[in-house]
């Protein structure tokens, strides 16, 4: 029986026990290869979490573990670590993991893809060896993607406040999410509600151009996203004061990673580090990321998943820090918008081996300068450009591939035209 016979005939339940399982096998080979090899098997931000929620159980700060520069509130989740197994923490993550291979397939399923589709694109994810190794070594993203592909999914179903909640606690999470929030709200409008009540023939004033954008269900986004976040990220400043602001979310926004970076920005950053003008170079490099941000949630936020997967593939792209572990952001979106994707299997296949190549080219000058001291600042900034390039390349190449469907109409859920 080949692989994909086996899950055409496996209901998704099943399919998530065995991906579950895998994941519980990976993380006994970690403790494993942690206890009798040199080179070890857990994250180094997996040490860095257990640290900050160990420094939590003595009643001090998790932020007096170096390094940490997360939301409190992930070590606060990890204090079983402490209390009842060291495993905890890698536990949460793989089912983490797990929960957002399901809400793929449920997404899909959702706008009308059939069951055997579904399991199909959500398997891409669930026996994926990169997001099973990244979550059994114990990072915290598949929270993260959880929580964002939890929110699509409360979106197509039309329960605002929940899919609201849902972001805000991402936001609070994690920065990148915050892009979304301009295509949610434009998202809402009367083929989300339903409702034609706020279409005027003519905009005679101010007040009714602004009238036009306003109606129960962008009120809800609003107010319960505001609240939710304020509450979570208001506790936390309670509870740890500037320090918290500073570590969880200052520090990612001015941060400048002028040594192990796939951006292309990497090399001008480089030089310019002692520079007067450093901090005025680090915020220009953001000013093409917000242009192109904006852009493509206008033009896309009506096929939501795909404008999400559009600008988090961007935000990546062209910001001024990228490293390996922002390219599962995206790639946890392209399962849900592979039906809508009309392109040849060479096409696709050219794609993915120049995106590997691209990062390869990037890796070798990027090993001489770690573990061999030698001086491959320019080979890593002319890898960084070409692997740019071909990151731009593939974005275009699926523009034009992708099969625009607006996710709602007339106040209803429009289900996809697998037929094209």
């Known amino acids: 029986m080949t692989t994909i016979t086996m899950i055409l005939t496996m209901n998704i339940a099943r399919l998530c026990l065995l991906a579950l399982g895998a994941r519980l096998v990976l993380i006994a ?39 940490y520069r997360y939301t409190p509130l992930l070590a606060w989740m990890l204090t079983p670590n402490i209390y ?76 605002t406040n929940t899919a609201a909640f849902l972001y805000a606690t991402v936001v609070h999470f994690r920065i990148y999410p915050a892009t979304y929030a301009l295509p949610l709200f434009l998202l809402m409008d009367e083929d989300y509600t339903g409702c034609t009540c706020n279409r005027k023939e003519a905009t005679k004033t101010t007040s009714d151009f602004i009238g036009s954008f306003v109606n129960p269900s962008r009120v809800q986004l609003v107010f319960t996203s505001a609240v939710t976040f304020v509450l979570l990220t208001g506790l936390c400043f309670v509870m740890y004061g500037q320090e918290f602001v500073e570590e969880t979310y200052l520090y990612h926004l001015t941060r400048r990673d002028i040594r192990h970076n796939f951006s292309v920005y990497f090399y001008m950053l480089y030089l310019t580090s002692e520079s007067e003008w450093s901090f005025v170079v680090g915020i220009v490099t953001f000013l093409p990321q917000v242009v192109l941000l904006v852009a493509v949630s206008c033009w896309l936020y009506r096929d939501l998943p795909f404008c999400c997967f559009v600008q988090t593939f961007l935000f990546v792209t062209f910001n001024k820090v990228c490293t390996s572990q922002y390219f599962l952001w995206y790639l946890s979106l392209l399962p849900v918008i592979l039906p809508t994707l009309k392109m040849k299997i060479q096409d696709a296949i050219t794609m993915a081996t120049l995106w590997f190549l691209g990062q390869a080219l990037w890796l070798l000058p990027a090993y001489y300068l770690e ?16 692997f740019f390039a071909i990151n731009v390349w593939i974005l275009i190449k699926l523009l034009n591939a992708h099969v625009h469907e607006p996710m709602f109409s007339k106040g209803k859920l429009v289900k996809l035209n697998m037929n094209d």
């Not at 040199?38 to 009643?59: C, E, H, P, R």
């Not at 993260?144 to 592909?149: K, S």
């Open 371 to 386: 573990f061999q001291g030698q001086n491959t600042f320019l080979y890593i900034w002319a890898a960084g450009i070409l």
């Open 29 to 67: 080979y970690g403790e494993w290869q942690d206890r009798t090899m040199l080179v070890k098997y857990t994250d180094v931000d997996y040490y860095v979490f257990s640290d900050a929620a160990q420094y939590i159980t003595n009643g001090l700060s998790p932020y007096n573990r170096a390094t």
């Open 84 to 159: 009842l197994s060291p495993v905890f923490g890698k536990l949460l993550f793989v089912l983490s993991d797990v929960i957002a291979g399901y809400l793929m397939h449920q997404i899909l399923l959702l706008r009308g893809v059939d069951a055997k589709t579904s399991k199909m694109c959500a398997s891409v994810w669930l026996f994926n060896p990169l997001p099973m190794g990244v979550s059994s070594r114990g990072n915290a993203e598949a929270l993260t993607i959880m929580l964002v592909l939890g929110t699509l999914y409360f979106v197509m179903k039309k329960c």
